[in-house]
């Protein structure tokens, strides 16, 4: 089953997909079974999640009337919606780095286990809606990403049993600001304690750039249109990616050359944080070039002026367009005794 948040005539709906051009309001499918739905019809993604299979399967049988006699139910035309992301209010949403074979080549060193970083809930836009960047932003590029939508409440799973969490999958787009990474970067003395007596300390000099303008600036995760669910997706490990910017093709991949399974990945990030359902993990990026050799990093955004369109095998096509606004930062400073 495909599922959408959108907005519909001024109200927020949670929607399910008919066929290519029409959506349904799912609380419209309650009315056409002959008994009433067992639970309620919840408005909300992450509550819809939360419902689990019981809920999933009153909606397919429903969705089944529908689809063999469409007027017993009001539709919704797909251009009449705005569409959000489709898990609008997640806890966290986490993205996996470096997690690309294509990219091994880069690595000066690397961890043997995914590394990731988290990114706000209010970075999140849906299907249709503008990538917003500033010029102050620096470079701007786009990151075609499978994400997975988790469905339970789950801790030191493991790899084995970890696609048992998992509600469904979406497109992630991971938009990263180059320029706002190396702004932020520190080259310093980090601190230890010395391995072979804690009273000491051991100075390293360490490289570090913290994620959270770079990753989290609003707009810079787009996602949807649908959140598919899991049973309509055999293996998301065997899944083609496409991503292209301004009309040309800039990444074609698979998820097969993933460094880290999916399973994997949610398996170690729940050794660390627990995973709730609605949560987002983001598993890292479709890298590698197109046929032309043109990549992700041809794509700034600051001068690609879009749309950026990323499809996935079963997931559909993610498009939203760029919009620069041409703003200069604001005064943050405050202005003490004249020197600033």
Known sequence: MKLASVRYKDEDVVAARLDDVRLVDIRMLSELKPAP???AVPVDMTEVIRSGRPLLDELETALEIAREDAGKVQTITAQDVTWHAPVRNPGKICG?????????????????????????????????????IRPYYGSVHPEPELAVIIGSETRDIPA???????????IFNDITGNGMRAEDMFEYWAVYAG???????????QHLSYAGRYKGTD?????????VTKDEVENPDELNVYCKAGGELIAEDNTRNYNFKVAEIISFISQFLTLYPGDIISCGTAFKPSATRKSIHHANLQVVKGPVEVGIDGLGTLVNPVTVENREPGQWRLNIGGFR
């Not at 074979?101 to 849906?126: D, M, V, Y």
């Not at 707009?219 to 959140?227: I, N, Y």
Request: hydrophobic residues 35%; contains cysteine.
């Open 96 to 132: 996996v780095a470096m997690n690309n074979s294509a990219s091994n080549e880069r690595r000066i060193s690397a961890p043997e286990h995914p590394a990731f970083f988290l990114k706000p809930a209010s970075c999140l836009t849906g299907h249709e809606q503008p990538i917003r």
């Open 160 to 170: 084995s049993r970890a696609l048992d969490a998992v509600f469904g999958y979406s």
């Open 37 to 39: 739905f067992s639970i």
């Open 219 to 227: 707009t810079f995760g787009c996602s949807g249109p649908w959140l």
């Open 195 to 205: 391995e072979d007596n804690s009273a000491e300390t051991v100075r390293v000099r």
